[in-house]
């Protein structure tokens, strides 16, 4: 039980919003929460029952393709039978009413797109579920894949043995390597899902994007033009549903500061950790997403 936001609050939030022109997004798992998929790190969230080492990096999948790709398998199950929640549907139309708010989504589950958050204005840095690509960078193969099941071989439910991290192992699914998806470009690799596993690095296009915005312009020729002018004003940034523990996204918080953004957290918790940290000006819904933000953006 939250306390309902002040009227006074929400009076204050919504002429800022109004009058804001460059607003910055960073959407995290807790704005998907309220349409069913697990955040990563809060109550209930995948890496506190499954090893994010066992399962999102690139090591991880040369140990065991098997148990990664049933991890993601059951998870593009999850997704494609959520539904976008109604603060997706407020985000989405918060950018449409404004043609200079970016969206950095951490979220892979393509909930915003399905709830017509216009797609040139929303950078998803941590890829797609939905999403497959050649587990050689060097083949460069990547495409939109939405086959659920992945291979007729791989059931949809929950990955078996996973939950107790240290027993975990695909060694009882009785799918072999050789199932699993191929790369149709190179014919050597496997086929892996498109998102960002830790230590690798985002989307080299998504992340300059993001970049240039930051730096007041919009496309490759503004960069220059922009590096010399204090044309990079941000009006307000929103942080929705993250934890902001991980890098590069949580940076953007403090880049928004520094140009001038006052900032508005929507979250069950109030963060007391880190680059989160709220200051005095910003706004701190407390809550469940899906009310509050269609509620602070109305
Ligand atoms: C609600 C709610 C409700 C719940 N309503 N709110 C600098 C410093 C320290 C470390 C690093 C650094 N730079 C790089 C690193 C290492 C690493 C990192 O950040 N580690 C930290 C954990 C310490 N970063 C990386 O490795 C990144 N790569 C990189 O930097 O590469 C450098 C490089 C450059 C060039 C070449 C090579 C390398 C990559 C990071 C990739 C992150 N990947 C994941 C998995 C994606 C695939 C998958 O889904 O399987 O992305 S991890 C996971 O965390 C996922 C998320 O997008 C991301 C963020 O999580 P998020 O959204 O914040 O979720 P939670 O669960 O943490 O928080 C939920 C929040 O919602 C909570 O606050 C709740 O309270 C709240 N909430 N219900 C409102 N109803």
């Known amino acids: 039980n939250y306390d309902r936001p002040s009227a006074e609050m929400l009076a204050s939030f919504t002429a800022h919003v109004r009058s804001s022109k ?3 997004v960073l959407i995290g798992a807790g704005l998907s929460a309220s ?10 969230g995948f890496w506190r029952t499954f090893s994010d080492q066992q399962l999102a990096t690139k090591s991880a999948f040369e140990d065991d393709p098997i148990l990664v790709w049933q991890f993601y ?5 999850q997704a494609k039978a959520a539904l976008p929640n109604p603060a ?5 139309k918060l950018a449409k009413k404004k043609p200079g708010l970016l969206s950095v989504n951490q979220n892979v589950d393509e909930l915003c797109q399905r709830a017509g958050h216009p797609v040139e204005q929303i950078m998803n840095i941590h890829g797609s579920l939905f999403r497959v690509k050649c587990f050689d960078d060097a083949c460069g193969f990547e495409e939109d894949n939405h086959d659920i099941p992945i291979i007729p071989q791989l059931p949809v439910t929950e990955p078996p043995g996973v939950l107790d991290s240290a027993d975990a192992s695909s060694a009882t699914s009785g799918v072999r390597v050789d199932e699993l998806p191929h790369c149709p470009k190179c014919r050597v690799n496997l086929l892996r899902p498109a998102t960002v596993w830790f230590g690798e690095g985002l989307p080299e296009a998504k992340v300059n994007h993001v970049n240039r915005w930051l730096c007041g312009g919009n ?3 503004s960069i220059d ?3 010399a002018v204090e044309d990079n004003q941000v009006d307000l940034m929103l942080v929705i549903g993250t934890s902001a523990m991980v890098w590069p996204a949580a940076g953007y918080i403090g880049r928004a ?3 001038g953004a006052r900032v508005a957290f929507f979250n069950m918790e109030a963060r007391s950790a880190g680059v989160a940290r709220p200051e005095e000006g910003d706004w701190m819904f407390l809550g469940d997403a899906a009310e509050l933000v269609p509620e602070a953006l109305k």
């Open 219 to 221: 496309s490759e020729a």
């Open 88 to 92: 997706h549907h407020a985000l989405a």
């Open 35 to 44: 349409s069913g998929i697990p955040t990563y790190r809060s109550a209930g």
């Open 225 to 227: 033009a922009n590096s």
């Open 73 to 77: 398998n059951y998870r593009r199950q």
């Open 257 to 259: 500061r520094k140009a």
């Open 22 to 24: 460059r607003i910055l």
